[in-house]
T-cell receptor
Framework: EAQVTQNPRYLITVTGKKLTVTCSQNMNHEYMSWYRQDPGLGLRQIYYSMNVEVTDKGDVPEGYKVSRKEKRNFPLILESPSPNQTSLYFC??????????????FGPGTRLTVL | GENVEQHPSTLSVQEGDSAVIKCTYSDSASNYFPWYKQELGKRPQLIIDIRSNVGEKKDQRIAVTLNKTAKHFSLHITETQPEDSAVYFCAAIQDSWGKLQFGAGTQVVVTP
């Protein structure tokens, strides 16, 4: 079954404790992306990746890191989480030939709370 | 960079009526405009998209129109049903391998 998976689905942590949210897709997609969703602000892109070892900043990259060592995985790293990073996070991927202008598939979301 | 504004933020319609959501974008070079539907507690899903070389696209009860001159595009839902209740997001992008800019979303409530 074609899918995008994220782990964990829910996480409560404390300020400053490094964490990683994993994202994996089994569709051989080249374009992958991370978004955060906050009430009234819609979906905001954090980082995106066009292929292995190729990443770029979205609109809200501060406080986040990403890596793309393998095509299927695109982890989101919060080196020192702060309360303003409390949010719902979505990973997404799009098929390879046309980047994000092919259908973008979203993962189930990760609800993060930073105390 | 691109800026996308979406209106209204909430929309309440009677079942069977039509719903229209409008988005404006700032970058005249934008050329791809998807619409996503997000049901409560679920992930966003693409419902329709349009590219800058066409002015209208339909898929059953939903349609999208694009006015490049005015830099706005709209989602039209006809004969609304309770299952159309969701948050709808518009988005715009210039470079298919670049950043995707979303609107803030419209909460649509269809009342029986």
């Amino acid at each position: 079954e074609a899918q995008v998976t994220q782990n964990p689905r829910y996480l409560i942590t404390v300020t400053g404790k490094k964490l990683t949210v994993t994202c994996s897709q089994n569709m051989n997609h080249e374009y992958m992306s991370w978004y955060r969703q906050d009430p009234g602000l819609g979906l905001r892109q954090i980082y995106y990746s066009m292929n292995v070892e190729v990443t770029d900043k979205g609109d809200v990259p501060e406080g986040y890191k990403v890596s793309r060592k393998e095509k299927r995985n695109f982890p989101l790293i919060l080196e020192s989480p702060s309360p303003n990073q409390t949010s719902l996070y979505f990973c997404a991927s799009s098929s390879g030939t046309s980047g994000v202008t092919d259908t973008q598939y979203f993962g189930p979301g990760t609800r993060l709370t930073v105390l | 960079g691109e800026n996308v504004e979406q209106h209204p933020s909430t929309l309440s319609v009677q079942e069977g009526d039509s719903a229209v959501i409008k988005c404006t974008y700032s970058d005249s070079a934008s050329n791809y405009f998807p619409w996503y539907k997000q049901e409560l507690g679920k992930r966003p899903q693409l419902i329709i998209d349009i590219r800058s070389n066409v002015g209208e696209k339909k898929d059953q009860r939903i349609a999208v129109t694009l006015n490049k001159t005015a830099k706005h595009f709209s989602l039209h839902i006809t004969e609304t049903q309770p299952e159309d209740s969701a948050v709808y997001f518009c988005a715009a992008i210039q470079d298919s391998w670049g950043k995707l800019q979303f609107g803030a979303g419209t909460q649509v409530v269809v009342t029986p």
